[in-house]
Antibody
Framework: QVQLQESGPGLVKPSGTLSLTCAVS?????????WSWVRQPPGKGLEWIGE???????NYNPSLKSRVTISVDKSKNQFSLKLSSVTAADTAVYYC?????????WGQGTMVTVSS | QSALTQPASVSGSPGQSITISCTGT?????????VSWYQQHPGKAPKLMIY???NRPSGVPDRFSGSKSGNTASLTISGLQAEDEADYYC??????????FGGGTKLTVL
């Protein structure tokens, strides 16, 4: 059973870069799945950030594309998110998810606050 | 890309049926059979309830069903139970090879 676990700083300064990692256990990141990041601001809905395939192919939300980079590290069986030039509007719970059939497996989520 | 449109809230009594709609465009909901539905309880990660419009993952009760007509997808929950009270989100693949979510619907079991 594949499990996902997000990790990274819980506090990022405005104009800085948010960096998170999602560790994949119980399966290989080189499976046929895409691997995604989804965020949820406090009290608001879900927003898809982007996805990556183990080959390195990516798709991003057009509204975030200029600031987002998603990468994969097959040797560590993990994938990562970098979001640059963050503002308070980027404060959210960030989830990583597996897109086997839709988003069928989710991490528990990690809260990231943008504040000085 | 614009978020899919869902009602902000729906409610029903135990045992009743409710339907949540999810309206998009021909570039997302109407163009592909890749509509999914997620249930989210407070403080928890979303859970996949329906994929590819009408398919249920293993372990999801058959009280949950999905359908689609044109640019609108629907989630129906029959025989409402107290534990069904949660937020529900739809999502769709889009013509731009991206994914878009609905704004979410809060289900209250009276």
């Amino acid at each position: 059973q594949v499990q996902l676990q997000e990790s990274g700083p819980g506090l990022v300064k405005p104009s800085g870069t948010l960096s998170l990692t999602c560790a994949v256990s119980g399966g290989s990141i080189s499976s046929s799945n895409w691997w995604s990041w989804v965020r949820q601001p406090p009290g608001k809905g879900l927003e898809w950030i982007g996805e990556i395939y183990h080959s390195g192919s990516t798709n991003y939300n057009p509204s975030l594309k200029s600031r987002v980079t998603i990468s994969v590290d097959k040797s560590k069986n993990q994938f990562s998110l970098k979001l640059s030039s963050v503002t308070a509007a980027d404060t959210a719970v960030y989830y990583c998810a597996s897109s086997g059939i839709a988003f069928d497996i989710w991490g528990q989520g990690t809260m990231v606050t943008v504040s000085s | 890309q614009s978020a899919l449109t869902q009602p902000a809230s729906v409610s029903g009594s135990p045992g009743q049926s409710i339907t949540i709609s999810c309206t998009g465009t021909s570039s997302d909901v109407g163009g592909y059979n890749y509509v999914s539905w997620y249930q989210q309880h407070p403080g928890k990660a979303p859970k996949l309830m329906i994929y590819e419009v009408s398919n249920r993952p293993s372990g999801v009760p058959d009280r949950f069903s999905g359908s689609k007509s044109g640019n609108t997808a629907s989630l129906t929950i029959s025989g409402l139970q107290a534990e069904d009270e949660a937020d529900y989100y739809c999502s769709s693949y889009t013509s731009s090879s991206t994914v878009v979510f609905g704004g979410g619907t809060k289900l209250t079991v009276l």
